[in-house]
């Protein structure tokens, strides 16, 4: 038989009332691999993740756009559901695009989880949107106070 691939796993906690719990999960689940062979274990600050904060606007400014802003696809032009648009704005801002052949045929694009994003990714996704929504003329539905300076001239 085959050497059984383990996936790594992380272990993290946010602050000092749970590390002897968080170490000890990564003790029993690196006994286990020892029995294998060797074992890495790394122990590091965690980037800090978006915020809920982040995401809330994230998405009232991709219903905006979903709302506001046609596209082509296909060669037509049509509105976009917001995941669509999420899909659009996070490969233009991170400057990456993957895709993949359809199981049925065609090419199909690969999104970006926001989730894993840090505050500072996050951030850059929003500026990009609301340099987009100035392009496009999109009035953004959050109050102009929750609005970074510099956008504020623009909407």
Not at 95 to 124: F, N, P
Request: net charge positive; glycine share 8%; with cysteine.
């Amino acid at each position: 038989m085959g050497d059984v691939i383990r996936k790594p796993r992380h272990f993290w906690t946010a602050g000092t009332s749970r590390v002897r719990d968080v170490c000890r999960l990564a003790y029993l689940f690196a006994t286990e691999l020892a029995a294998e062979g060797a074992v890495e274990i790394i122990v590091r600050p965690v980037k800090s993740r978006r915020t809920l904060q982040q995401n809330a606007k994230l998405w009232a400014m991709l219903g905006d756009i979903a709302r506001q802003v046609q596209w082509p696809v296909n060669g037509v032009m049509q509105y976009l559901d917001a995941e669509d648009w999420k899909a659009l704005v996070t490969a233009a801002a991170r400057q990456e695009v993957r895709m993949a052949a359809g199981l049925t045929g065609g090419v199909v694009m690969l999104g970006i989880s926001t989730k894993r994003m840090t505050v500072a990714e996050l951030g850059d996704v929003i500026e990009f949107m609301y340099s987009f929504g100035a392009d496009k003329g999109v009035v953004w539905s959050e109050p102009r106070g929750q609005m970074p300076e510099q956008w504020e001239a623009a909407a």
